[in-house]
Every structure is written in structure tokens, then in C-alpha cells.
């Protein structure tokens, strides 16, 4: 049986979760795990996914980087499912279709993952020095806030609690304790 899993990194990544789904259907998955989560998140359907998987079966993905946080995960997930007799099929590695069943694609997997890492930190090495360049040159602030200090400490001086002010306000209460700490 071909298994899908697809998985965007937000909510408001429809467009892509549905063409991967697309991808997935016209490569013949009969069942298809799908999420809309971060992958450094915990991610249920690839759990569930990976427990459903019977000797016999390919897990098909779009592509590497929808399956795993980096090459060290990558192959690890390949290893486990190969060990159970798992194949796993990637529709688009480096524009080319790998299918661990095959020894070769074995090899262009470590290889192409590897690479892909490595262009990943290269990348995140230069949005680095951007953000330096950008902060030195008073151009970057960060992120807004998006508690409002002031409330918090109003809310406690009038006698509120942690978790009262936390629930008025629809924040984490740890929250509060930083916000409260820091002041």
C-alpha cells in the first residue's frame, strides 16, 4: 500500500498542504496523514503515519524536508522503516524521484539530504548577518509585543492573581510571571 503524509509548517499554508495531497493522490497513495504543524513541533500524524506503515508498504513525500527536520532525522525515519521492510518513495529530490528500494536512490538520499542541510545552514548563516547588518544599521526592532506590560501590572497592583490576570488577558501565565519578574 502507498502512504502519504504531507505536512505545511502553518495554517495559512493551504495552497501548499493541498499540492502536496494533489502530488501525493497522483502517485498512487491510498491513504493520505496530513498536518498543518512546525516541524520542530510535536507532529501526531507523522506518528500516527509511521504506526500505521505495515511491511510491504512505501511512505510517499513530496518532498525530504516535509518528513524531516534535517538529514540526521531523515535518515533515521529511512533506517526504521527499511528495518520493518518499509520502502519510501520522495516525489522530488533535487528534481529527481527516489525510491529507497532501490540501492542507488539509498545513496542519493544521504547525499542530497546531506546537501540540503548544508545549504539550509548556509542560508540561516547569511539571514545571521543580515539581521546583524539590519540591527547595526537600526533598521531591524524585532518583533512587536504582544503583551501589554502596563495591563499586567495594573491588573496585579489592583490585587489580581497570576492566573486571574492571565485568563482576563488570554495569555500564558508564565507570561505574567516573566512580565512581573522583569518589572
Known sequence: ??????????????????????????????????????????????????????????????KPDRLARGTA???????????RGIGLLILSMGGERLDTRNPTSKLMLTILAGVATWEREIMLERQREGIAAAKQAGRYLGRKATIDTAE????????????????????????????????
Open 1 to 62: 500500500m502507498l502512504v502519504g503524509y504531507a505536512r505545511t509548517s502553518t495554517t495559512d499554508q493551504n495552497a501548499g498542504l493541498d499540492a502536496q495531497k494533489r502530488d501525493l493522490t497522483a502517485a498512487g497513495a491510498e491513504r493520505i496523514f496530513a498536518e498543518q504543524v512546525s516541524s520542530v513541533a510535536t507532529r501526531p500524524a507523522l506518528a500516527d503515519c509511521l504506526a500505521f506503515l505495515r511491511e510491504g508498504d512505501v511512505l510517499v513525500v513530496s
Open 73 to 83: 532525522e531523515l535518515l533515521t525515519i529511512e533506517a526504521d522503516l527499511s528495518k
Open 152 to 183: 499586567i501590572k495594573r491588573l496585579k497592583a489592583d490585587g489580581m492573581g497570576m492566573a486571574a490576570i492571565a485568563k482576563h488577558l488570554g495569555i500564558a501565565r508564565s507570561s505574567v510571571y516573566r512580565v512581573l519578574e522583569e518589572a
